[in-house]
């Protein structure tokens, strides 16, 4: 007897050049370094370039995780890009990263789920790759979240950043009492009872503009701890792991009150928390795997490490996974 593991071959990330710092945001809002520290953590954010599109800052990501797992991009037959600032209405993000990448095989598709998009877009690669419907998966959170912002609006502007991520993950067939490896568990929520806290003002089919993030800060502060722990503890019943097992919690990067408020309800301490929301505030879907990147190129997160992952966001949508990286 055989089973299929989903494991992690490589991860890479990208950070557009330009940096915003809170005191450059001061200049335009009425706003100060302080009051954004204090309340989110944040100190800075990047900012793509005119003309610099969702899946120009995916690719970059792409190219650094193949590099890093050792693959050509032919060997990929599955992207999937978690993003909710597509390059256009359609075709999706994926298929345009997979033209820029020159290849044409394999399945291609965006899943949005706002903040929790990379969540879910690794745990549906797990999902294609354990039912043997995918071999190499090239999973990417991607986002221009400036693009959606109202930059007059200061409870909103200051929050968020640019940038992409991407995990790319391999089918191993091995015998069924093989050590656990790769993916070991995910729990996925959605409840769009809460729909009206965080969502844009526009779209496609409503009012055929873009629009603009708007949001019920507390209110969505106000659920997010609960949620995450949820569906954290959740995650980690499946699998029969404990908080003390984790080597490393790589929380979504919304707010450093919230990363605080969660690893205090579930035991986790600051020294196992990977937090980059200092330098990238929020980047949506591109959070997590920017995490990721960053600890892994730093020399924290090592082969063999247990690696739990988490997201809440618009939706509201929430989840979590467990990775034996
Ligand atoms: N600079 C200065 N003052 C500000 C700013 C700003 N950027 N934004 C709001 N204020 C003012 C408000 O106008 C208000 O002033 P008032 O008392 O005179 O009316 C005061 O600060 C307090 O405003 P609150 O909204 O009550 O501030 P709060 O402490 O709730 O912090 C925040 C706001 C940071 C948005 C908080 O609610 C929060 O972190 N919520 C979570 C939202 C989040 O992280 N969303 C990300 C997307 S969802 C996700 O990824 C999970």
């Known amino acids: ?9 490589g991860v890479g990330g990208y950070l557009p050049e330009r940096v915003m710092t809170n005191d450059d945001l001061a200049k335009l809002i009425d706003t100060s370094d302080e009051w954004i520290v204090q309340r989110t953590g944040i100190r800075k954010r ?25 693959m050509d991009a032919s060997d990929i037959d599955l992207i999937i890009v978690g993003t909710t600032t597509p390059d256009m209405t359609f075709p999706s993000t994926a298929a345009l990263l997979q033209q820029k ?10 899943v ?18 354990k039912t043997g419907m995918a071999r190499r998966a090239l999973v990417v959170g991607a986002e221009t979240f400036s693009r959606i912002l109202d930059w007059t609006d200061r409870t909103t502007c200051v929050l968020f950043g640019d940038g992409a991520g991407a995990v790319i993950l391999e089918a191993r067939e091995v015998p069924a009492d093989a050590p656990e490896d790769g993916v070991l568990a995910s729990s996925l929520r959605t409840d769009g009872s809460h729909w009206d806290k965080l969502y844009v003002d526009g779209g496609v089919s409503s009012t055929q503009t873009i629009g603009h993030l708007r949001m019920e800060g507390r209110e969505v502060f106000r659920h997010a701890v609960g949620m995450i722990s ?9 699998t029969g792991k404990t908080t003390d097992e984790l080597d490393w919690f790589v929380p979504h990067q919304a707010n450093r009150r919230i990363i605080d408020g969660a690893g205090r309800k579930l035991g986790i301490s600051d020294a196992k928390t990977v937090v980059t929301v200092d330098q990238h505030a929020n980047t949506s879907a591109a959070s997590v795997p920017l995490a990721l990147w960053v600890a892994c190129e730093d020399g924290r997160i090592n082969k063999g490490d247990l690696v739990m992952i988490e997201a809440m966001g618009g939706g509201f949508t929430w989840g979590a996974s467990l990775i034996r990286w």
């Open 1 to 9: 007897m055989t089973k299929i593991q989903s494991v992690v071959r």
């Open 101 to 110: 990448l020159g290849i044409t095989g394999g399945s291609a598709f965006d």
């Open 112 to 129: 949005q789920a706002v903040c929790s998009g990379f969540v879910f877009a690794m745990a549906t690669a797990d999902s294609y790759i």
């Open 230 to 238: 949820d569906v954290v503890e959740e995650v980690l019943a499946k």
């Open 46 to 70: 990047h900012i793509a370039a005119e003309g610099e599109l969702t899946s120009d800052l995916a690719l970059v990501a792409a190219r650094r995780a193949l590099e890093n797992a050792g």
